[in-house]
């Protein structure tokens, strides 16, 4: 079973919508949370941490379950700059490093 | 301020051969994290340097090694190369105390035919 899993997408969306992505992770252990973003044939780019309280960046929503085990990621008024694949991310302390263990990620098309 | 570098951006080599990719880490930073992406997946944790010593290793065979300079830059060597070994190579930077801050390059593009 991989560390980080996420849903398979692809997310195909209009303009406008709600989405939601989920992931799950198996190791109890992981300390830190985030969601990357990641455009085509690019380097992946932080979008937000993620809190056991939740939070919120503009249109963006996170939040974490830690009994769970399980992160989510909800974007309102999608809009057609939204597309591209969103990766699920999870941190351990591990012989005192802070590896970041990516899950699959998720693909979001925004259309029209 | 300079983001992270790397180089080359491209690069084609044969089975067998050996390759090494260079990363000049972002102003400030002092640990370099390597990642290999294949087609379709996610970043996959190579192994993290600091203070030019590996520090963490993940799931990948002797073939991958590395180096750290006193200036931060680090190299990543992989012998022996196997048709599998085609990916997207992430360099990423940040500081030793915690996961926050990272910052990628735009990775080095490997096809090996």
């Known amino acids: 079973r991989k560390e980080v899993e996420q849903d398979p997408g692809p997310f195909n969306v209009p303009e406008g919508a709600t989405v939601a992505f989920n992931c799950t992770y198996s190791n109890s252990a992981s300390q830190s949370f985030f969601w990357y973003r990641q455009d085509c044939r690019k380097e992946p780019k932080l979008l937000m941490s993620?809190?056991?309280s939740g939070n919120e960046d503009g249109r963006f929503t996170a939040q974490l379950n830690r009994a769970s085990q399980y992160i989510s990621l909800l974007i309102r008024d999608s809009k057609l700059s939204d597309s591209a694949t969103y990766l699920c991310?999870?941190?351990?302390?591990?012989?005192?490093?802070?590896?970041?263990?990516f899950g699959k990620g998720t693909s979001l098309l925004v259309t029209p | 301020d300079a983001g992270v570098t790397q180089s080359p951006t491209h690069l084609i080599k044969t089975r067998g051969q050996q390759v090494t990719l260079r990363c000049s880490p972002k102003?400030?930073?002092?640990?370099v994290s390597w990642y290999q992406q294949a087609l379709g997946q996610g970043p996959q944790f190579i192994f993290q340097y600091y203070e030019e010593e590996e520090r963490q290793r993940g799931n990948f065979p002797d073939r991958f090694s590395g180096h750290q300079f006193p200036n931060y830059s680090s190299e990543l060597n992989v012998n022996a190369l196997l048709l599998g070994d085609s990916a997207l190579y992430l360099c990423?930077?940040?500081?030793?105390?915690?996961?926050?801050?990272?910052?990628f390059g735009s990775g080095t593009r490997l096809t090996v035919v």
């Open positions: 991310v999870v941190t351990g302390v591990l012989n005192s490093g802070y590896a970041l263990n």
């Open positions: 993620v809190y056991s």
């Open positions: 102003s400030g930073h002092d640990t």
């Open positions: 990423a930077s940040s500081w030793a105390k915690g996961p926050y801050g990272y910052t």
